[in-house]
């Protein structure tokens, strides 16, 4: 699995380069692509802006005029003897040339849609990983609003038939040597972030389009090297799409998706980079009530203040990442530490990337997932 | 190494080079040797090298561990069935292949691939990671991958994505999207197949089958021998150009003998005359090795064309027309011929190293060093006899692909073995011959002067022998292979015309056909592809493979059980028909070689439709085809196994008008009522044509190479004859000076040369005649997996005598010319001299 994982990296390096243009540049040297390739400007594409309103449930379906999209899910778990597991499913959808190009999108072998999947079970010590590919337009891989289903190969992330809407979800995925399978109910409603559903990234104004449904209460199994493990739970499910998710500039990113013990759930993210000579990290997020009411949290006018500060770093993959961080929103009275379990859920994928399960210290206790990128 | 010693070396080595200052035609003929030697050698390595650079790039491509998944049933994949099989979680990926043919009439190999799925480090899927690589793949324009020495030949911007050269791609390959393939070749929406990663074990749905990457052949196996072969015959070119060399060393090595002394005598050491003796060796072999491997790499990009087109025919596999050649080719080269130049002059080294400095010239010694020289020979030449017996008893019978390297070193060991008994063989010849000239002395001086000449003319007449044996031996071969291969032909090809209709119109065509007067007998034919899964043979056991096959459909009509050549039948030809007729198989000689069955085995298959026993009634010639075939009756063909329309043999009328008038009311009646023309119709004579083409094609380089080896052994007489000419006018003045004409010398030089041409000739024909019967009845079998019939055409023998004499003449008669033109003073000079 781990040879393949690498194989992978080595084949489709060309596709890293190629549409997304994965390159690390010091600060202070503009950057026109990011990490992987998110800051291109958003050319023929559509544009995400604080004008569009979102509207249920079109909006859980495919936007392909816009450059990238994704459906991201990630769960936080307990085992019956109470060991902790991380499971991710992710579908991300990009538009590998805007609509005016010649290829259509439902032509058979010919679409400019690319779609890519990863999937990764986090253990208390381990951490196993797999990704696929499709290309558009011969549905080997897609999202169907209704009945709801995302899908690429036999991964899928699906409702049952004969309803409308995200609340109930089944969940597959397997990969060489590890898979699950998840049932989830939602138990509060969806979330909007930034304004009104249009999440800012820096201070130039560019962001995506960004909803969560993060009330999921999960049950299932988890299949690690043969072994089946039940597991119980949250999970939390991301909707996102833009055209250019970052501004020039900003190398990546640190995001973070909190289950707090209380309920209450917190989404903070810290885009690194941009702004005045490179030096402004734009932060923003937002606080979301147990019954599901939102607050804006961050650098924009307005917002209430939120602090984000690596506290200890590890070696990972031959980088070096903030694997705990200091968590400070003081408008809430918030101020705690964020651990990974582990440093080593690192997603050696096309474009590599870490992303793991976090336990929550301090003034809340809670669990939750952070994704570190373009380091 | 001190200063002076240095000295003395550079002062050595500039007296000994002198020698050839004063005997350029020493110097030419070494350095001619050494480059005829290393330029067939490298010539033929050349070829070699860049075809096996073809059959890697064609093995790391398509069967480099991906499995191949088809359908059941036969029919063409669709995207249902991919998305079928990706849907069970099978990382299976698409691929569209076909043959594309360019604006030039070129035809490729177009092959269309997802890189999105293709399993992990598949060549194919390789793509130059620059910028963009993957959407330019993937969108228009698209791109086309294709090798360097197939983008050179192709010009067809307006069809083509854009061309990315890449290296590793096989000749005659394109690679690009799978969508772009499906447009190029007309397959839209169908799939070729499916391929999955080798070590990945997947459930199957019922529906599909799965081939092992291993069960596909590789070019590689099968055109080994080919290549063996062209190895074979390389070398025996280096063999007999490095006898030049050894003359030639030799020759310089006696005439600076007093020389050496002179040096040893002055108080030059031992070590650093031979020093500068390797030193001069070194100089001499860089430049021959330079000059060999440059020729080698110009014949080798003449005769490249036609190999590639052998190979091509004979085994379906790809080879660039142009020179690929990695860096351990010339390394090669030069290794070779220097490692050739010392072995040839080992000898002189030794002997220049156990110099007496005090021993004069002592012209008698000769005789019994010759002597005692003539004994070894005799001896080593029959220990390689021996060998060469001992081979041929162990492989007569059984030769499979793995002996064929034992069958060449067979023939390798009766080669030099008879080759050393050649002046044994002379010397005893012309020990009778003086014996009875007793009462002549010209001629008795003649036959003894020609024993003192044999010492310097065995080598090139040991050449003289390998190239004539191998003229002939190769010369037989190809003339039986020759009849036997057109007799074939005309037994196969019974019909006068062949119509290959497409497959909706094929029932409407036929029962048109049967219906027609200019038609006398229709003969239906179908294939279909298996997989031999194992037999139980009554000699062999049972043995248990996964081998493809090729089925074929034939109509056992009257005149057909009449013409097919059978080659073993279990009860006979009629029983044969008729066991055909009642369920049972004939099978090819190359399927009962390899599997060593005979009739009365039987066969397991594995078909589309199931697995079959067959039992084996009889085996059938079937030369020029590379692969195993099993023939049945083309109604159980296409009932049992579903085997698509093929084509129909029409055997016209023998007894209305003539045979064009036919033909042509027949062409015309095919072309307003079905439509059919151009390809769809073969003559047959045609078609003779073209397979008599492929076979003369076959040989072209075999006969090239030969001529070339001939021309070789005549040049080691020639030159050999030119260096020794000086020292001949010294023996030769005595008798002039006793009153011998100088016609009449010239006359002498004559008759001696072609009295040992004719000697070596004699002893040529019963070793090309056994070399002959080595290539049919061994090396052929293990190579191709037929067996010829042995033919020996006394026409070639008298010709291949002929050849002999005339080489022998022509390189006597430069020699003698210059004899002729000697002005007595010089001659009354040497006679002083002597």
């Known amino acids: 699995m781990k040879r393949s994982a690498w194989a992978c990296v080595v084949v489709l390096a060309a596709i890293a380069i190629a549409v997304l243009g994965w390159q690390f540049r010091p600060a202070g040297e503009p950057s026109s692509s990011g990490y992987a390739g998110l800051a291109d400007s958003s050319g023929d594409f559509a544009v995400a802006g604080p004008h569009i309103e979102l509207r249920f449930p079109q909006d859980h379906g495919p936007h392909p005029d816009y450059r990238i999209e994704w459906w991201y899910l990630t769960a936080n778990l307990r085992g019956e003897d109470g060991r902790p597991f991380g499971v991710q499913w992710t579908l991300f959808r990009q538009a590998l040339a805007p609509p005016t190009a010649l290829a259509t999108d439902d032509q058979p072998w010919s679409s400019r849609q690319l779609w890519m999947a990863h999937a990764a079970v986090s253990t208390p010590s381990d951490h196993y990983f797999a990704e696929r590919f499709a290309r558009g337009g011969i549905k080997q891989a897609g999202v169907r609003i209704t009945p709801f289903a995302a899908w690429l190969d036999n991964w899928s992330l699906m409702a049952p038939p004969a309803t409308r809407g995200l609340e109930h979800l089944e969940v ?56 089946s493990i039940a597991v119980s739970g949250r999970a939390w499910l991301d909707r996102e799409w833009s055209s250019q998710l970052l501004g020039p500039g900003q190398s990546g990113w640190d995001w973070f998706s909190l289950h707090l013990d209380s309920g209450a759930k917190l989404m903070a993210f810290r885009l690194r980079g941009g702004g005045e000579a490179n030096a402004g990290d734009y932060v923003s997020g937002s606080w979301i009530s147990a019954q599901g009411q939102v607050t804006p949290l961050g650098d924009d006018q307005g917002d209430e203040e939120l602090r984000l500060t690596p506290l200890a770093h590890s070696r990972v993959a031959g980088r070096r990442l903030p694997t705990a961080w200091r968590v400070e929103v003081p408008g809430h009275g918030l101020d705690f530490e964020v651990r990974a379990r582990h440093p080593k859920q690192w997603m050696g994928t096309s474009f590599a990337y870490w992303e793991g399960m976090v336990a929550v210290e301090g003034s809340h206790a809670g669990v939750g997932y952070l994704e570190m990128t373009g380091y | 190494m001190t200063p002076a010693r240095m000295a003395v070396l550079r002062t050595s080595l500039a007296t000994l080079l002198s020698h050839y200052r004063r005997h350029p035609g020493q110097l030419a003929m070494l350095i001619v040797g050494l480059w005829v030697a290393s330029a067939l050698w490298s010539g033929v390595q050349a070829i070699n090298a860049s075809a096996r650079d073809s059959y890697a790039r064609a093995e790391a491509l398509f069967s480099s561990d991906l499995d191949s998944i088809t359908r059941r049933d036969g029919r063409p ?152 072969n062209l190895t074979a015959m390389g070398l025996l070119a280096l063999v007999v150009g490095l006898f030049i060399v050894h003359a030639a060393l030799g020759l310089a090595l006696e005439q600076r003998l007093g020389l050496l002394r002179t040096l040893r005598a002055l108080g030059v050491p031992a070590r650093t005359l031979i020093a500068a003796l390797a030193l001069e060796l070194l100089v001499i072999g860089l430049v021959g090795a330079a000059l060999g491997i440059a020729s080698g790499v110009l014949l080798a990009q003449a005769l490249l064309p036609d190999v590639a087109a052998s190979l091509a025919e004979l085994y379906d596999s790809n080879v660039g027309t142009t020179l690929a050649l990695p860096w351990h080719y010339w390394l090669g080269g030069l290794v070779i011929t220097l490692g050739g130049l010392f072995s040839a002059g080992a000898s002189m080294l030794w002997r220049a190293a156990r110099l007496n400095v005090l021993a004069l010239g002592q012209a008698q010694a000769w005789r019994g060093r010759l002597r005692r020289q003539l004994g070894i020979q005799g001896w080593l030449g029959g220990v390689l006899l021996l060998v060469a017996a001992l081979l041929w008893w162990r492989l007569s019978g059984r030769a499979g692909q793995q002996e064929l390297a034992l069958s060449f070193a067979m023939v390798a060991a009766l080669l030099l073995g008879t080759a050393l008994w050649l002046p044994p063989l002379l010397a005893g010849a012309l020990r009778l011959a003086a014996r009875r000239l007793r009462n002549r002395p010209l001629a008795q001086w003649a036959v ?18 390998l190239a004539l044996a191998t003229n002939l031996g190769v010369g037989s071969m190809v003339g039986g292979f020759r009849l036997t291969f057109l007799d074939w032909l005309d037994q196969r090809l019974l019909a006068d015309l062949y119509v290959r209709p ?15 007067p200019e038609v006398a007998t229709l003969l239906p034919a179908r294939s279909s592809d298996a997989t031999l899964i194992g037999s139980d043979s009554r000699n062999a056991g049972g043995t248990d493979t996964a081998t493809p096959v090729k089925l074929f459909g034939i109509a056992p009509e009257p005149i057909l059980r009449r013409h097919w050549p059978l080659l073993d039948t279990h009860a006979g030809r009629e029983a044969a028909w008729r066991a055909l007729a009642g369920g049972e198989a004939f099978i090819n000689e190359q399927l009962a070689r390899r599997h060593s069955l005979a009739p009365g085995d039987t066969l397991r298959l594995r078909t589309a439709q199931g697995t079959r026993r067959l039992s084996i009634a009889a085996i059938y010639p079937d030369y020029g085809n590379p692969s195993g075939e099993i023939t049945l009756p083309v109604t159980r063909l296409a009932s049992e196994f579903s085997a698509p329309p093929g084509s129909l043999g029409v055997v016209l009328a023998k007894d209305r008008a003539s045979r064009d008038a036919l033909m042509a009311r027949l062409r015309e009646g095919l072309a307003a009522r079905f439509g059919l023309a151009g390809p769809t119709l ?18 072209a380089i075999t006969q090239a190479l030969n001529a070339l ?6 040049l080691a007489l020639l030159t050999t004859l030119l260096a020794q000419a000086e020292t001949r006018r010294a023996q030769l003045a005595p008798l002039w000076a006793l009153g011998v004409t100088r016609a009449r010398l010239v006359g002498v030089q004559l008759a001696q040369l072609l009295a040992a041409a004719t000697g070596t000739a004699l002893l040529a024909v019963p070793l090309g005649l056994a070399l002959s019967y080595a290539l049919v009845a061994v090396i052929n079998v293990a190579a191709f997996g037929w067996r010829l019939p042995l033919h020996v055409f006394p026409g070639q023998i008298a010709v291949t005598l002929m050849l002999a004499l005339m080489v022998a003449a022509l390189a006597a008669l430069l020699p003698a010319w210059r004899l002729w033109r000697v002005p007595p003073r010089q001659l009354l000079q040497e006679f002083a001299a002597s």
Do not use: C
Not at chain 2, 448 to 465: E, F, G, T
Not at chain 2, 502 to 516: C, G, M, Y
Not at chain 2, 682 to 699: G, N, P, W, Y
Not at chain 2, 709 to 714: F, K, R
């Open chain 2, 502 to 516: 497409p497959a909706e119109q094929f029932d409407a065509v036929r029962d048109w056909l049967i219906e027609r």
């Open chain 2, 709 to 714: 080896t001939l021309g070789v052994a005549g």
């Open chain 1, 172 to 227: 597959t995925a397997q990969g060489d040597d590890f898979g699950y399978r998840l049932q989830l109910t939602a138990e509060g409603p969806l979330v909007r972030h930034g304004d009104g559903g249009f999440s800012q990234k820096s201070a130039d104004g560019q962001g995506s389009m960004y909803y969560s449904q993060p009330f999921y209460r999960v049950s299932g199994e988890v299949r690690i090297a043969g072994e």
């Open chain 2, 77 to 228: 994949l669709s995207l249902d069935d991919y998305l079928t099989l990706r849907r069970a979680g099978l990382r299976v990926s698409p691929l569209v292949e076909g043959e594309w043919t360019s604006a030039a009439g070129d035809t490729l190999t177009l092959i269309g691939i997802d890189p999105l799925t293709l399993p992990d480090d598949a060549p194919l899927g390789r793509t130059e990671s620059s910028a963009g690589s993957l959407r330019d793949w993937l969108l228009p324009p698209h791109r086309v991958r294709v090798a360097p020495d197939t983008a050179a030949q192709l010009n067809d911007a307006t069809r083509l994505p854009p061309l990315e050269i890449d290296p590793a791609l096989p000749p005659g390959t394109l690679v690009t999207d799978i969508g772009v393939a499906q447009r190029l070749l007309g397959f839209e929406g169908q799939l070729t197949r499916l391929v999955i990663a080798a070590e990945r074990s997947a459930e199957l749905p019922a529906g599909f089958v799965r081939t092992s990457a291993a069960v596909i052949a590789s070019p590689g196996q099968l055109t080994e021998s080919f290549h063996l």
């Open chain 2, 448 to 465: 003894a002067d020609l024993q003192l000449q044999l010492p310097r003319l065995q080598l090139p007449m040991m050449a003289l022998l």
């Open chain 2, 682 to 699: 073969i003559d047959q004579r045609s078609l003779k044509r073209s397979a008599t083409e492929v076979f003369e094609r076959t040989f």
